[in-house]
Nanobody, 128 residues
Framework: QEQLVESGGGSVQAGGSLILSCAVP???????MGWFRQAPGKEREGVAV??????????YYDDSVKGRFTISQDNAKNTVYLQMSSLKPEDTAMYYC????????????????????WGQGTQVTVSS
């Protein structure tokens, strides 16, 4: 089982910023790399996904974070990042890194069932 390792969570005030990092084993084929989040009592939801490739890859964002969050990759470090700015209390959740290692139709890009590998999660808390 491949192990993804997240870091960078913490507590910030509304309007603040955080950067999450996820180290992915080099041997893992990375078709999609994404960030999901789960707030207490809620379903795990997709936040941002990147399809690695030239020009920084192809990115997908949930409407709730567009313009505030940026997903990126560093191929040399096998790392995917989530830059979060203008944070809101409703962004409070456990954030999980996920990887899918084979092709799937883009319609499933935010479907957590389509991802093969998961990290343990890192907590993000935004206070008002």
């Amino acid at each position: 089982q491949e192990q993804l390792v997240e870091s960078g969570g913490g507590s910030v005030q509304a309007g603040g910023s955080l950067i999450l990092s996820c180290a992915v084993p080099e041997r893992t084929y990375k078709y999609w790399m994404g960030w999901f989040r789960q707030a207490p009592g809620k379903e795990r939801e997709g936040v941002a996904v990147i399809r690695p490739g030239g020009g920084g890859g192809t990115t997908y964002y949930d409407d709730s974070v567009k313009g505030r969050f940026t997903i990126s990759q560093d191929n040399a470090k096998n790392t995917v990042y989530l830059q979060m700015s203008s944070l809101k209390p409703e962004d409070t959740a456990m954030y999980y890194c996920a990887v899918r290692d084979s092709y799937y139709n883009v319609a499933g890009v935010f479907d957590r069932q389509r991802y093969n590998y998961w990290g343990q999660g890192t907590q993000v808390t935004v206070s008002s």
